[in-house]
């Protein structure tokens, strides 16, 4: 094997270690959340309290004749939007931490190949 493949082996293998320490800390912060939502307090006062009953509050009062004005149905709906984000935030955290765990498992067997590859030549 010359030095200039070694070399490219060498990168690769830096390249895929720089990868999974990236994709590892996404998988952790989605093992967290994972972990906040499981948390009794957070599940009650955060997932259910706020995030469906008060956002239910929030779309029976756009109904409210008391609540017609433009300005009133403006923050009612930035009132709903702010919701809307944090569970998007929330669901995005967890998704992207699942498609890391494929990530890793994809850079890890690589680097396997890439090992054994080389420990041959």
Same mark, same amino acid.
């Given at each position: 094997?010359t #030095?200039e493949?070694?070399?490219?082996?060498e990168?690769?293998l830096?390249?895929i270690?720089d990868?999974l320490?990236?994709?590892?800390s996404?998988?952790?912060?989605? +093992?967290?959340m994972?972990?906040?939502?499981? +948390?009794?307090?957070f599940? #009650?006062l +955060?997932l259910e &309290?706020?995030?469906?009953? @008060? =956002?239910?509050a /929030?779309?029976v009062?756009r =109904? &409210?004749p =008391?609540m017609?004005?433009?300005?009133r149905?403006?923050?009612l /709906?930035?009132?709903? &939007?702010g919701?809307?984000?944090?569970q998007q @935030?929330?669901d995005?955290?967890v998704?992207r931490?699942?498609q890391?765990?494929?990530?890793?498992?994809?850079?890890e &067997?690589e680097r396997? @190949? /890439? /090992?054994?590859e080389?420990?041959?030549?």
């Amino acid at each position: 094997m010359t #030095e200039e493949s070694e070399m490219t082996t060498e990168q690769k293998l830096n390249s895929i270690e720089d990868t999974l320490k990236m994709q590892k800390s996404i998988f952790d912060r989605g +093992i967290r959340m994972r972990k906040l939502w499981e +948390i009794p307090e957070f599940k #009650e006062l +955060i997932l259910e &309290d706020y995030c469906k009953e @008060y =956002a239910g509050a /929030l779309v029976v009062m756009r =109904a &409210d004749p =008391a609540m017609q004005t433009p300005e009133r149905q403006d923050n009612l /709906l930035k009132n709903l &939007d702010g919701i809307g984000y944090m569970q998007q @935030y929330m669901d995005g955290v967890v998704g992207r931490g699942n498609q890391a765990e494929v990530t890793i498992k994809q850079y890890e &067997d690589e680097r396997e @190949y /890439l /090992l054994n590859e080389q420990s041959i030549n």
